[in-house]
């Protein structure tokens, strides 16, 4: 898995190497936001700091030339929800007057099992559309870990891409530096898109991209701290953080708990089958005490968009009964159940346990199959009222 910076933290990074970047501030609220601008100057882009990508497209970017628009951008883009998350922070840019947007980026080529450096002249778009639909587009240069990039590899990857000989060479020095993050910082991908050339033949990187390697983290002290700084930005995130849970937050309405990662992902598919949204993969783990299963189920009745929840609990080490009890006892402490709960049980003990459930508090159902239908029908009638 990999770890991602959010832009602010990935310029950050990519700044103290030497990359141009644009001045900003991070900013929390709308006062904030609107006394960023007037320190850096209008015009600015004010944009929402959440972990995915397409955020100009979905309207989590926006240009603003005064205080007024400052305001009402600041308005609209914190608190609301992009692709599935919610917008506490955004970045407050000096907007760039630009007249290209390229592409540059590293990741690892599994195919070739060697890092590869990629430009491309159609920058600020989709890559991967960009990829598809004329793979031409991108040059490539791989490039061998044990002697890094040699800067005659950068050059050619950007002569390749056919960038203007005026900024040929601040792109390939860039192009090196990224490379040298990829490497020292542990990254999986760094990119910049776009990395914008203005009039005068500035070349300046209008987003920032980093994914780094989770299990080298502990090697980048640095940047698992910002993980956790940013882990900060999303409440469930961060409660997942506390309970120790492997949870990854969806844009879906059906909430999903289980244990094990294969068991979770296979009632993910077959939500997704049954023509339902996942809300989230949330990963109990082993030996899940009664406690842990309370935990899970504060965590889904806090996400606001789970209409509905199904419980896929495979027993081994966690006994069917055990989860059981711990499925009660969390409920039993709702005067009304927040959302419909669906269980279903399997493994050892299982009989036992659905025995022990609670149908008052509970739909108890055999198959996983049927546990996945019900849990989506009530989520379905939830939308119908
Ligand atoms: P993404 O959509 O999440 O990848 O966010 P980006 O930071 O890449 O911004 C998307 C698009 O917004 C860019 O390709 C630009 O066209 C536009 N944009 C972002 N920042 C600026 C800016 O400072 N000036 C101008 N003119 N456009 C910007
Ligand atoms: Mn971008």
Redesign the pocket.
Known sequence: MGMRLH?YQAKGVFADAGIPT?ASQLASDVDGVVSAADEIGYPV?V?AQVH??????AG??E?VADADEAREAADSILGMDLKGYHVEQVLV??????TN?LYVGITMDRSEGKPVAMVSTKG?VDIEGVAEEDPDAIAREHVDPSFGMHPYQARKAVYDAGVDESVARDVSSILKTLYDLWESRDGSDVEI??LMVTEDDEVVA??AVMNVDEDALFRQPELAEMEDEAAGGDELEQKADEYDFDYVRLSGNVGIIGNGAGLVMTTLDLVDHYGGEPANFLDVGGGAKAQRIANALDMVFSDDNVDSVVFNIFGGITRGDEVARGINEALEQFDEIPKPVVVRLAGTNWEEGMEILNEDLVTVEQTLEDAVQRSVEYADEVNEQ
């Not at 995915?52 to 497209?57: A, E, I, L, Q, S």
């Not at 840019?93 to 630009?98: G, I, L």
């Open positions: 832009e644009p882009a944009k995915v990508g397409g955020r100009g497209k989590g970017i240009l840019e000096e907007a760039v007057d630009f947007e600020g898109n776009p209008a987003d």
